[in-house]
């Protein structure tokens, strides 16, 4: 079993920050790209960023230059700093893992249960 929690989502002004963190933990042999999504009421959900186990980074064009990803790999946890924040950034984020478990030595992909992120206008 792995299990991916996410924190720090909330209510905040547009304009304003927010910092998401997600930590993995379980049957985790190898941790390799993490990344975000999010999901509007409506609407499909779509990828934000990921980053690699190497720290390479990829971002969505509509959060170029206002979002930060980054990872710990010491504490198996993924952040993403959201600056600027605007009302179409509300959405429930998700944490996602690629992980290779000790038990298949197979490459999965795992969610989190998501975090609300609203920002008002």
């Known amino acids: 079993q792995v299990q991916l929690v996410e924190s720090g989502g909330g209510l905040v002004q547009a304009g304003g920050s927010l910092r998401l963190s997600c930590v993995a933990s379980?049957?985790?042999?190898?941790?390799?790209?993490m990344g975000w999504y999010r999901q509007a009421p409506g609407k499909q959900r779509e990828l934000v960023s990921t980053?690699?186990?190497?720290?390479?980074?990829n971002y969505a064009n509509f959060v170029k230059g206002r979002f930060t990803i980054s990872r710990d790999n010491a504490k198996n946890t993924v952040y993403l700093q959201m600056n600027n924040l605007k009302p179409e950034d509300t959405a429930v984020y998700y944490c996602?893992?690629?992980?290779?478990?000790?038990?298949?030595?197979?490459?999965?992909?795992?969610w989190g249960q998501g975090t609300q992120v609203t920002v008002s206008s």
């Open positions: 996602n893992a690629r992980v290779v478990s000790f038990t298949s030595g197979i490459e999965y992909g795992h």
């Open positions: 379980g049957n985790i042999f190898r941790l390799n790209a």
């Open positions: 980053i690699t186990s190497s720290s390479i980074t």
